[in-house]
């Protein structure tokens, strides 16, 4: 369950406030942590009627090292913070700044990160997490392990998003799969769903382009797709791609950038040839997929630093900025672990 509300005015503020406390109460979180996420939703979206210009909030369930629970993001084309450092002590605000409620919502938050460039605007994510007392700690992190961040939303007035995505395990290969279902509206994602069904049905040993290849198969009876598929195998440090159509993928190391080159055509109509791509992939290794919804003039060079933030962060930024109402738009962000 995912859902996005505009946030301009007080009105929306207990909107927000309402479906936290709804979908904190279906990932099972107890009242106390429900309270929680009700306070980090009350504040986030107080301070988006007070200071934020174009306020969003976007609301999800997830799921983190075995844990259920709910995560805020909040995301503005306001002024920023010049100092976040200050921002961020109790007492302090400024008609810039989030004043007391960041420090509310950071100690609310299991987990907490921020983004913000003056003049740029601001996105923060929070998660909550259960805090049930004597329960033992979630854990840990395997090394290796994917952070996967993704934001997808429909064209414009439509219900049902054409676009669709997934990530999958395959004995120590970790898959992600980005699909646009030609056009928009019900037809395109019922494209999609069979695309990501057949990510989810390939055996371990399926490489990206056989996984494409029997996407081509299955997807005939439906009006088609662009697709890609990422395969990481963290351990031999290496990741091979697969794509047909226009999904944009770049991976990027350090200060280093690698396009990821697709073949021309659709998955289901006319994908001829199906070529694999290796690449290199490290510890600090970041992947990004996208489906054309977002601007082809995006770049990631007037954001410094961005990339060393959480997934979930890095995508609901670039989705913030790129993406475009006429069409469906995902963006799919896959950070390594060391």
């Known amino acids: 369950m995912e859902k996005t509300l505009e946030v301009h005015e007080k009105s929306q503020v207990g909107e927000v406030r309402r479906l936290v406390a709804e979908m904190a109460a279906a990932q099972g979180l107890s009242e106390a942590d429900q309270g929680r996420a009700a306070l980090v939703a009350t504040e986030a979206s107080t301070n988006l009627v007070k200071y934020g210009k174009h306020g969003v909030i976007n609301l999800s369930l997830q799921a983190e090292r075995g844990l259920r629970g709910v995560q805020i993001v909040a995301m503005d084309k306001g002024p920023g913070f010049a100092n976040f450092q200050a921002s961020a002590r109790d007492g302090h605000s400024t008609g810039g700044s989030l004043g007391i409620g960041l420090g509310v919502i950071m100690r609310a938050s299991d987990v907490f990160d921020v983004y913000t460039q003056p003049a740029q605007g601001s996105a923060f994510l929070s998660r909550i997490l259960p805090r049930t007392a004597g329960a033992p700690p979630p854990p840990p992190v395997l090394a290796g392990t994917l952070s996967v961040g993704v934001r997808t939303t429909p064209k414009a007035g439509e219900t049902e998003c054409g676009d669709a995505w997934v990530f999958t395990q395959a004995g120590r290969v970790q898959r992600l799969c980005v699909v646009d279902g030609l056009g928009h509206g019900p037809l395109a994602a019922r494209a999609a769903a069979e695309a990501v069904e057949t990510v989810r049905d390939a055996a371990d040993g399926d490489t990206p382009a056989a996984i494409l290849a029997r996407a081509h198969e299955r997807l005939q009876p439906t009006r ?89 962060l890095v995508a609901s930024v670039m989705h913030r900025d790129f993406a475009r109402d006429a069409d469906d738009a995902t963006v799919l962000v896959a950070k390594g672990t060391r």
């Open 224 to 312: 088609g797709a662009v697709m890609a598929v990422v395969a990481i195998d963290a351990m031999a440090g290496s990741l091979s791609f697969c794509g047909i159509g226009n999904i944009a993928g770049a991976v990027y190391a350090g200060d280093d950038a690698q396009h990821l080159l697709s073949v021309e055509g659709v998955v289901g109509y006319n994908a001829r040839a199906f070529r694999t791509q290796e690449l290199r992939w490290t510890g600090g290794s970041v992947v990004i997929l996208s489906s054309d919804g977002l601007s082809n003039r995006r770049s990631l060079a007037r954001y410094p630093g961005l990339l060393q933030h959480h997934a979930s």
